[in-house]
């Protein structure tokens, strides 16, 4: 391959990286969204998931195990956020925020309680198990991009694809959709409303744990504000994607494209940086309104 050939390969392979915590994210979002309770604190979740999750992979030198401790985590977080909001009827919004600023603040004094910084922690872990065989990762212009990948990047697509059928085909799916549409004629058929919101806030911590725990094992360390605003992206990609799982995978793939784009010409550029690094952002911006523009 040329010169030109390699570089495009290794943006659209980063691009189809950098998606993997958009991804998990924002079909995590999609359940709480469709359960008529939008979930801000997305990013907050994420943060969360992304510390707990590698001091479990840390300490144990085991990558499963923090990605359970990161799901754990998270969902207890989302849980609370869901206490709050369903049983003592808080605003959701304001919930959300608390949610954000509580990752924040409790990671930062676990993190100098633990490791005596409040700066970067790296870990020492073991290589991602990769998906797919060597051979496939060889074959020219298609194998990087699509079999270069960890198990935990391809799990990203199985979780969204999963997720459309959960949402579209099963029982579990219906009564959340129903809930967000019309909660009273849920409860006249007999079925509790705030069951389906639990179990979709549930859902929305699987996967901003799963999302922060990626983009955490991406360093092989944690970094305050290691999240960076992918939460509010990926609750921009809910709905730019139309509230439509693979439409929302395509969503993430833009924005990770504008991200590893960003990096590129950073590198490579005489761009001054801090605009560069402001062109995924102005991607969403973009792109918010665009899809506001269309209702």
């Not at 085909?169 to 509790?192: E, P």
Request: glycine share 10%.
């Amino acid at each position: 391959m040329s010169d030109r050939a390699m570089i495009f390969v290794d943006i659209l392979k980063y691009t189809v990286v950098a998606a993997t915590p958009l991804l998990y994210a924002s079909i995590g979002g999609l359940f709480s969204e469709l359960a008529g309770m939008l979930n801000i604190a997305l990013e907050g979740l994420m943060g969360i998931g992304a510390f707990f999750g590698m001091a479990a992979a840390g300490l144990s030198h085991n990558v499963f195990i923090g990605a359970v401790a990161a799901i754990t985590s998270a969902v207890a977080a989302s849980l609370l956020m869901g206490a709050v909001t369903i049983r003592f009827r808080a605003n959701v919004f304001i919930v959300g925020l608390a949610i954000n600023l509580l990752a924040g603040g409790v990671t930062t004094v676990l993190s100098q309680r633990w490791y005596h910084t409040k700066a970067v922690v790296a870990f020492s872990l073991p290589a991602p198990l990769p998906a797919f065989p060597a051979a496939l990762a060889q074959i020219p212009f298609v194998g990087p991009i699509l079999f270069s990948h960890s198990v935990l990047t391809v799990c990203a697509w199985l979780w969204a694809i999963g997720a459309a059928f959960i949402i579209r085909n099963s029982r579990h799916g219906i009564r959340i959709r129903a809930t967000g549409m019309n909660a009273q004629a849920v409860s006249v058929l007999g079925y509790s409303p705030d069951r389906a919101r639990v179990a979709a806030m549930i859902w929305s911590g699987v996967g901003s744990g799963l999302g922060g725990f990626a983009l955490g094992l991406s360093i092989s360390a944690f970094v305050p504000n290691i999240v960076s605003g992918r939460g509010w992206i990926a609750l921009v990609a809910i709905y730019l994607g139309q509230k439509k799982p693979l439409w929302i995978a395509a969503s993430c793939l833009l924005f990770a494209f504008a991200e590893s784009l960003s990096n590129y010409v950073q590198g490579f550029s005489s761009i001054p940086p801090l605009l560069v690094l402001a062109l995924p952002y102005a991607v969403t911006l973009v792109s918010l309104i665009a899809a506001g523009n269309k209702k």
